[in-house]
């Protein structure tokens, strides 16, 4: 019984093609982000929110654009990729910030060719 | 500008010796510090926090130490096992800013 859930788990596509990952937490939490792991294994925050609501944009290219539906989903929807969206990406969610923990998802392996 | 800083790439330790991993930051506001593990191709796995308020906490074989003065904390694995063997990152979060700012991980292995 997975907690924070992501699909696909590897994703090869083309430079300039669209793609979306999508993540779904069942433990009831309020806050969803998007990490990125790059190949120097930096894990970096791209986006936080809270009851659906964008909180954190880290300066990232307008091409990526999250979506979350409902507090149990935050889907990342990726225009016009490039060879440096190349990367892990992940999905956590937590209850609140600041004074517990995030829960991560597996992973998606984008690979961009 | 890493906020968070784990200068020790990576550290080998024998089976049933104590492992430390060493973590700086610099932002003052952090009030909140966790560890996570990770395994290869998989997404990294909360262990153990501490809250700014408090210098020690432990979890059976784990134990992160805080030392406020020196914005360093320390994560103590006793006994260490070879299922340590893993990537651990520390991260630490500031009340209401809705991010975890990871370090660059330390590559554990435990020899048997």
């Known amino acids: 019984d997975t907690a924070v859930s992501q699909t696909p788990k590897y994703l090869v596509t083309q430079m300039g093609n669209d793609k979306s990952i999508k993540c779904e937490q069942n433990?009831?939490?309020?806050?969803m982000y998007w990490y990125k792991q790059d190949s120097k294994k930096f894990l970096k925050i791209m986006f936080s929110?809270?009851?659906?609501?964008?909180?954190i944009n880290e300066t990232v290219p307008n091409r990526f654009s999250p979506k979350s539906p409902d507090k149990a989903h935050l889907n990342l929807h990726i225009n016009s990729l490039e060879l440096g969206d190349s990367a892990v990406y992940f999905c956590?969610?937590?209850?609140?910030?600041?004074?517990?923990?995030?829960?991560f998802g597996q992973g998606t392996r984008l690979t961009v060719v | 500008d890493q906020q968070v800083k784990q200068n020790s790439p990576s550290l080998s330790v024998q089976e049933g010796r104590i492992s430390i991993l060493n973590c700086d930051y610099t932002?003052?506001?952090?009030?909140?510090f966790l560890w996570y593990k990770k395994y290869p191709a998989e997404g990294p796995t909360f262990l153990i926090s501490?809250?700014?308020?408090?210098d020690k906490n432990e979890d059976g074989r784990f134990t992160v130490f805080l030392n406020k003065s020196a914005k360093h904390l320390s994560l103590h694995i006793v006994p260490s096992q070879p299922g340590d063997s893993a990537v651990y990152f520390c991260?630490?979060?500031?009340?209401?800013?809705?991010?975890?700012?990871f370090g660059t991980g330390t590559r554990l292995k435990v020899l048997a």
């Open positions: 956590a969610s937590s209850q609140g910030v600041g004074i517990t923990e995030a829960f």
């Open positions: 433990l009831g939490h309020d806050t």
């Open positions: 929110y809270n009851n659906k609501e964008l909180i």
């Open positions: 932002n003052s506001m952090f009030d909140y």
């Open positions: 501490i809250s700014s308020i408090k």
């Open positions: 991260a630490a979060s500031a009340s209401g800013t809705y991010k975890y700012i």
